[in-house]
């Protein structure tokens, strides 16, 4: 008898193999099969944008945030990515008989707190307790809903040959954070991670550069690999990464080669791949870098139509390594 493992929920091969076979195959809709971030739902003369996230971090709080923080940024990175204003978040809590209260008013207060730094409300919610050993702590599902200006169509089918890529920010942090947090290797750091809502870094930039943008993406399970990979086979292009342009702290670099791990494939939960029309891409920079959240921001890649669907990294000392979509997950329970 065939069961689910650990590795069809990391964001490779394995998940998105279990996607197309039990749910694309039931729930055949063209919105659904674009797999991107949210689906753009037309109403009422205008298109809302409407996504839906889970959250099953350990452990539940981590330099630099907690589950309720990551839960607000998650929901609201899903709708800015697709140029969506957010206009409110559910969200739902299964928590296990004997968590702790005090830790339960400290997700609560991180999270209101999120959302209204924000400015995106949480409107509507549920909560259920569950039995001793039937969960593990917290989990939290979220969904949340946005409005897409007429005009504005963004999406991972929309990248073109001659298109370039930039990132937001450092790479890696939220993995390699988390990680350390878990103390299963006795490393210490002061690295935190990324965790931030984008909306406001984001969605000025739709609002100035429109249609030149052509796909956003926030690369968290994964990371940036696996989203890439993602964009590559939906636009059908293939993308080639510059390793020298690619910002990696040192710390979050010289851990993953400690452990054995690649960067490229850490989870990001504060950071964007915007991949645009190509006489826009250092505008699009310069107004990133002027920015606290964009500050690191650089162009790393360009597409290409050749070998559509190919992801590769062109190394500091002229090589070429592909970059799969990746078989397995490097860190569960990441986000």
């Known amino acids: 008898m065939s069961i689910i493992r650990l590795t069809q929920g990391g964001g490779g091969e394995a998940t998105a193999n279990l996607i197309k076979e039990v749910f694309w195959s039931r729930l055949n809709n063209f919105e659904l099969q674009k797999g991107n971030d949210a689906a753009i739902l037309r109403y009422n003369g205008g298109n809302l944008a409407f996504t839906t996230d889970s959250f099953v971090i350990t452990p ?18 899903d709708l800015a990515v697709m140029g969506a204003t957010p206009l409110g978040i559910a969200i739902s809590f299964i928590i296990e008989e004997g968590f702790a209260l005090a830790d339960l008013e400290t997700i609560a207060q991180s999270l209101a707190e999120t959302a209204q730094a924000a400015g995106v409300a ?22 949340g809903v946005g409005t897409v200006a007429e ?18 920010g450092t ?11 878990r103390g299963e290797w006795g490393l210490s750091s002061e690295l935190q991670s990324d965790v ?19 796909v956003m993406r926030d690369p968290t399970r994964g990371g940036l690999a696996t989203t890439l990979n993602e964009i590559a086979q939906q636009s059908k292009v293939a993308i080639r990464l510059q390793e020298e342009a690619l910002p990696i702290r040192p710390e979050v670099r010289g851990l993953a080669e400690l452990l054995g791990l ?27 870098q002027k920015t606290s959240l964009g500050e690191n921001a ?17 190394t500091r000392s002229g090589g070429e390594r592909i970059l799969p979509l990746g078989s397995g997950e490097h860190l569960p329970r990441i986000c």
């Not at 790479?171 to 947090?181: M, N, Q, S, T």
């Open 60 to 77: 539940w709080k981590f330099p630099g945030g907690d589950i309720g923080k990551l839960a607000v940024c998650g929901t609201i990175n």
């Open 122 to 143: 949480v409107v509507t919610g549920d909560t259920k307790v569950v039995n001793q050993g039937a969960a593990d702590g917290i989990f939290i599902t979220t969904s």
């Open 151 to 168: 005009g504005i169509k963004l999406g991972g089918e929309m990248a073109q040959p001659g298109d370039q890529v930039l990132v937001t």
């Open 171 to 181: 790479l890696g942090d939220h993995g390699a954070a988390v990680l350390l947090a």
């Open 196 to 214: 931030a809502p984008l909306n406001g870094l984001l969605l000025p930039l739709v609002e100035e550069f429109g249609n030149k943008i052509r």
């Open 262 to 288: 690649d960067p490229l494939y850490l989870a990001n939960e504060g950071k964007a791949l915007i991949v645009v029309a190509p006489e826009v891409a250092i505008p699009i920079l310069e107004s990133l």
């Open 298 to 314: 650089a162009i790393i890649g360009v597409l290409e139509a050749e070998h559509p669907g190919l992801v590769s990294l062109r």
